[in-house]
């Protein structure tokens, strides 16, 4: 059915049946969240064994209990390295959050400049935002005062020539936050061609940065999986290396709250940021990156493990991706979605102007959607049209109750501005 | 034996007979470290059991596994609390190091103000600190650029008519930094006169803020224990309660570089805080802090482990103590030293002029100390005569050869100095 073709009359008899199933709903009472991409219970389950098996803590150096080794211990780093494609001298190892470090970092640019460029407090600095993209990145940038400029991402990435044109005529353009492979929310990879052009664009502000968050770097869902472009070794090759820091976190491998960071860049930025770190810490949790990487093991093993996380999700993703394909065909042309082959998200584009209503609809009858809008800066967007589904976190059971909920939420909200017309 | 008293042949006859034994020593090739206050294996040792024991996870919530709870969990805030005789309300429980947190808290301040105030990034903020005192305190000012006030530290805490007055006419001094027990490195603990007076005093700065960094609250030594003034509670008796950032660890009570700490502050605090670290992190490690929790208890076994942990380091602390007291008279005039009842340091003070020579000397003869000038402000130790003993770290074995050295340091320094006037 072609939405955008139906009379008026059709329109007010679809809105009414649509209203009394949505009557039926409400009066069950519901009380579903699919806002954030947390992990569910049966995810967090899979890493239990790491926490009190004392087989992982045997062989532990002494000294990894006592203070020191700021950058991490190096069997971290190199599973870390493994897992990016770097060196192990390319790793800094965090903390729980990934988050944290870009957050630190940002602000570590805005005190102090970043390998000696003038601290970025000390103009109007600015970052490119790619739209849809994650709420916590662009909330750090608003927080800081840092002026954000939306540029569209694409299927296959940023659309890199207006990223190209931006960077290369304003010096205050300090960076861009891209997560590159199963994006936040919309679940696309970034070709080789985007990649490439990230690395090798000419940057007006010479400490210009990356934000490489490469959070679903192993995140994979389908049989068919996407590969992401080497950013670092790229980068090397035009020597732009110091443009790229890389981050990632075994958050959504082992536990969300209780995972480990690692930082990613080249030897001059690790100095630079180690020259930082080092009034601000004696070193993070080195107990919990060994039992991390006892447990982790190598890449392989972390393969392993992803795919007992996939048995998990994929069967979630399937079911909304069912539920919609099941309500809307192709040419209905009030909602498309995207299909992602990993990472915690499915992006739900419907009619503009309607995003706002389909997220209030839910709520009122009891589901819980990331907030429409939420994808953008300030919080805006301009269509009103999409809207992020994180199915992970749902039991399957109040999964249906969500698809349930979110395609009529859907198609009243879109009638109802049909209507309008 | 008075140093000051003797002759040049005397001085001359004694360096003689120090200089054959440093060349006995030197021999010997030692290689023994004192200078950082680090807890050794048998201390670490003591919480091993923590790190495997299912028992201690059996009754832990799931969702502790996953994001959220920014502020950290019940459990852990309540022991918290009560270590530091404040509510669990007043409670941010943290990463594994207390130093990032007052890192991360001036940081804020510089960048954002506290509570709203202007942020010391636009002024030239000043901050007191008080000698000899904590070399990482001193360093953040220094890599920010905060002008740094040397106050003396005296035996029952800081000089406060010369704090006082310093407060009470400089809008851009904006705090001091305390280790109010068992300080780092002299031992001390303010008493409750001094703990009144820094609660009570008028601070032109309206945003002053003292960094109570109560590192060594339950970490007692001897018999003889100190007790320190509640200062969060006097604060609020004189509406000062937001003056206070109290920062404490089990650092030294579980794992130095795998330990839980926490920041202690006022409501209106604790909101601020809250309001800015909720753009950094999602939430630090819970099922690292629900481990602490299981395995710390509450304040009475807390009290049990530091027993252990007393056990294993006031034999070191007797070594050193004895040493100096077998080689230096009461009226020596050339060593004094701090007898602390806890905390991690010995202050050994000697002839002004000598401390760098005590730690030249030590090097060459195997023996690593803290470095002279390191517990003052810019490192710089006007008097030259402050060397901070770390005792902990360094096996029974290397502490009898660290205290030859140093006793021998100190004459041999001293002579030559008395030989120059």
Known sequence: ??????????????????????????????????????????????????????????????????????????????????????????????????????????QRALQFGVCGSTPWNQMKAKFICLVPGYDRHFAICEHFGIEMISVPLNEDGPAMDIVERLVENDDTIKGIWCVPKYSNPTGCTYSQEAVERLAKMHTKAKDFRIFWDNAYAVHDLMDQTDKLANIMQIAEKYGNEDRIYEFTSTSKITFAGAGVACMACSENNVKDVISHMSFQTIGYNKIEQYIHSQYLKNVENINEIMKKQKAIIKPKFDKILSALDETFAQDCNIARWTKPNGGYFITLYVLNGCAKRVYEVCKDLGLTLTKAGAPFPYGVDDDD?????????????????????????????????????
């Open 1 to 106: 059915m072609n939405y955008l073709e139906l009379n008026k009359e059709k329109i007010e008899q679809l809105l009414d049946e649509v209203n009394m199933q949505c009557n039926d709903v409400k009066a069950q009472n519901y009380k579903v969240d699919i806002s954030r991409g947390k992990p569910c219970n049966e995810q967090l389950d899979i890493a239990m064994g790491m926490l009190s098996d004392p087989a992982l803590l045997q062989n532990m150096p002494k000294n990894y209990r006592n203070y020191g080794m700021l950058d991490g211990i190096p069997e971290m780093k190199q599973i870390f390295a493994d897992v990016l494609g770097v060196k192990p001298s390319n790793i800094i190892v965090g903390g729980n959050s990934s988050l944290n470090m870009m957050y630190d970092a940002i």
């Open 385 to 421: 049209s999409v809207l992020r589904i994180a199915p992970t976190f749902t039991s399957n059971e109040d999964l249906e109750i969500a698809c349930k909920i979110l395609v009529l939420a859907v198609q009243k909200a879109c009638l109802e501005k049909l209507l309008e017309r």
